[in-house]
């Protein structure tokens, strides 16, 4: 990352860069699962703890704060069957309009509207869930913002489907395409730069254009395969196996 052009850092390697805080916040989500998985009601805890996290004030080492404030939205995946069949078989009115397509359309259409909204209008730093309450207002839009990425959750799953397509490979490959993807927009963004573009609208084609190539390459099989090979070096370097 230093050398394709990030920003000098004293702990380089316990805050992760760019979008790598992810595979740090992963590791720490599935670490703790044990534990929201003896509680109660995990799910009302976890968002307690996201919205309470504002009020802290410290340095976030291994992406320490995103993991808190998206653990909420990680539980609701991983409890999303349960969720569903609880649901299902006590609210059956709700169960109607979740499977009512026009509704569900219409309700989509309606929270990207409001994302939207809340990505022009908030500071980026309280869409990451990095910066800390400044007042009162500060909870609220990170409550939005958390209830927002909860029913972009639930709205997702509505829509992903068992059935192979065109995607199938992207999410099979998903690994690939997210770790490595972040050099690959970083050489584009020197790139770009470099020759000086002015026109947003041009960026904003490049953009889409752009990650749509790098999805499709990434997703590739044997990209894929070699990447494990390399992960697979690493982890027998520094964990060996126990035999016995």
């Known amino acids: 990352m230093i050398i394709i052009g990030n920003p000098d850092n004293n702990v380089l390697f316990l805050t992760p860069t760019y979008a790598l805080w992810f595979l740090s916040a992963l590791f720490l989500m599935k670490m703790v699962l044990p534990i929201y998985d003896r509680l109660k009601h995990p799910i009302a805890i976890a968002i307690i703890i996201a919205l309470g996290l504002g009020f802290l004030d410290f340095t976030s080492y291994f992406g320490f704060t995103r993991f ?17 069949e609880n649901i299902e078989e006590n609210y059956k009115s709700i169960t109607r309009l979740y499977n009512n397509r026009i509704i569900m359309i219409l309700f989509t259409f309606l929270v990207i509207i409001l994302c ?15 910066i800390n309450y400044g007042n009162n207002f500060d909870l ?32 099979k490959n998903s690994l690939a395409v997210y770790v490595l993807h972040v050099y690959i927009i970083k050489i584009f963004h020197l790139i770009f730069n470099h020759i000086k573009v002015q026109s947003g609208l041009l960026y904003i084609i490049f953009a889409i254009i752009s990650t749509f190539v790098i999805v499709f390459l990434l997703s590739r099989d044997f990209i894929s395969i070699y990447l494990k090979k390399l992960f697979d070096l690493v982890s027998n370097f520094l964990v060996r196996e126990n035999k016995t």
């Open 116 to 130: 939207a909204f809340v990505a022009l209008k908030f500071p980026f730093k309280v869409i990451n869930f990095t």
């Open 140 to 171: 609220i839009r990170r409550a939005i913002v958390l209830m927002l990425g909860i029913v972009s959750t639930l709205i997702f799953n509505h829509y992903v489907s068992n059935r192979k397509s065109i995607f199938t490979k992207f999410g």
């Open 68 to 84: 808190i404030a998206y653990t909420p939205i990680f539980l609701i995946g991983f409890y999303f069957n349960q969720i569903k």
